[in-house]
């Protein structure tokens, strides 16, 4: 190329999630039975949707204009569907236009971060769901700048962390919350998220929030979303139906942006982001036009209310298989389905393994794991998913020098799911004895 063609960014975009699937079905076609554990796809894993849902689907793709573009911001009725059940609450108060529809949140983070200033820069979590590390460093053209989530205390944001990387990193002007959280399953407690709307107030940043999980709580805990406690500070919460329908494949999310009247730099940002959609015209018509009737049907609650309570009994199985573990630190999950596991310092080396009974498949893995600079954890994630099939994601694949993995809590079958840490608890053991 006569030309660099290479965006600034082009390095900074991976996702090690989807990667490793590459991997498993290498190995699946060698023989190994494959325990997919690495995507959060209840669908995938046999989530059925219920036929009302389905009936209510069905009966819009009866009428003609679901088949129509839809208005940039998204179809209005359910703009203010969402508007109200948000003003409801009594925290801030939004009107329909403060709402804009994506094709699904992947669509509306790489757009909010695409926006911004490319000097500017918003402080993530650390470990951190890759799609937002990826698109604010890709934005950026350089690493990300993080902070903290602190295995020692529940996977909560280190507010002292936080604050310093704001302090002493001028170009941070926004700070991204996921809650609850992917990859730890972490759900976060009022006075943490006062603490971190209290330093966005401080130092005069924005706040993004992402609640795609934000009625997927369990084990008792209790949080709040963005709307009730950002008072005066410019703000964006992030939701959609991808887990909570669970619809992931309707490719459908919103922003709801708050006081965006309060800062006339914040208002044009925010119209950058509606003008981007527009210049792509709209998104998916079909989903919006859903939302209203699947959230207000009289089935919507029980049904919702049933998964919580089978992600609650599978996150004290997965808890209850490793938490005495020696080598390992593990919390458990209390929000979202997804449990993070973390290797204790010191015990991984690039001598590590498990036996592998099938030669071509040994073969595979030791390719794999051959390489400089491989990550331990990712050693030890193929090593799991050659000898066992079951499959999870490294750890230092979610931006963060910890080295662990990250499994799913959506098997549906409880025994199945039990195998399955029972499992992954003998390869721990037996893998740091090797
Ligand atoms: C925290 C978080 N935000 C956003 C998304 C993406 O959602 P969507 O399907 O709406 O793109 C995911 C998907 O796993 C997620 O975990």
């Known amino acids: 190329m006569r030309t660099d063609i290479l965006h600034i960014g082009a390095g900074e975009l991976t996702y090690e999630i989807r990667n490793i699937v590459n991997v498993g079905e290498k190995l699946q076609k060698l023989g190994t039975k494959v ?50 059940e948000t003003n409801k609450r009594g925290g801030a108060q939004i009107g329909p236009d403060d709402i804009i529809f994506f094709n699904g949140l992947g669509d509306a983070i790489s757009k909010v971060f695409g926006f911004l200033r490319r000097t500017a820069r918003v402080v993530v979590p650390s470990p951190s769901y ?13 690493r990300p700048v993080s902070y903290r989530l602190d295995p020692n205390n529940n996977w909560y944001p280190d507010l002292d962390d936080l604050e310093k990387r704001i302090k002493y990193n001028p170009a941070v002007a926004g700070i991204l919350i996921i809650n609850p959280d992917n990859p730890t399953g972490a759900v976060y407690p009022e006075h943490i998220l006062r603490g971190m709307v209290a330093l966005a107030r401080k130092y005069d940043l924005f706040v993004i929030c992402d609640e795609v999980y934000q009625n997927i709580i369990y084990n008792g805990q209790k949080t709040l979303p963005l709307s009730d406690l950002i008072g005066e500070v410019p703000g964006i919460a992030m939701r959609g139906i991808s887990k909570e329908m669970p619809w992931p494949g309707s490719r459908c999310g919103w922003i709801e942006v708050y006081n965006a009247d309060k800062d006339p730099m914040f208002a044009k940002y925010v119209a950058s982001v509606l003008n981007a959609k527009m210049v792509e015209v709209c998104s998916t018509t079909l989903p ?16 919702l209310r049933e998964r919580i309570a089978r992600y609650e009994r599978m996150s004290n199985i997965a808890y209850d298989a490793l938490k005495n573990l020696d080598g390992i630190q593990v919390n458990r999950t209390n929000g979202a389905f997804y449990m993070s596991v973390v290797f204790k310092d010191g015990v991984l080396n690039d001598r590590q393994s498990l036996p592998i009974d099938n030669p071509e498949v040994r073969a595979q893995v030791e390719k794999l794991v051959g390489g400089a600079n491989v990550a331990f954890d990712k050693r030890f994630v193929y090593y799991l998913l050659g000898a066992t099939g079951v499959c999870v994601v490294p750890l230092s694949s979610f931006a963060t020098e910890l080295q662990g993995f990250r499994v799913t809590l959506l098997e549906r079958d409880e025994e199945r799911f039990a195998k399955i840490f029972r499992i992954i608890a003998e390869g721990i053991t037996h893998y740091l004895n090797s």
């Open 35 to 84: 325990y997919w554990e690495n995507i959060g796809d209840p669908i995938a894993k046999g989530e059925q949707i219920p036929a009302w849902m389905k009936k209510v689907v069905a009966d819009l793709v009866m009428e003609d204009a679901t088949y129509g573009y839809c208005p940039t911001r998204g179809i209005l009725e359910t703009r203010e569907f969402i508007a109200a």
């Open 288 to 303: 919006q036009k859903a939302i209203p009737a699947l959230l207000s049907h009289p089935q919507y609650l029980p049904y």
């Open 130 to 142: 890759t799609t937002h590390s990826s698109a604010e460093a890709a934005h950026a053209g350089d």
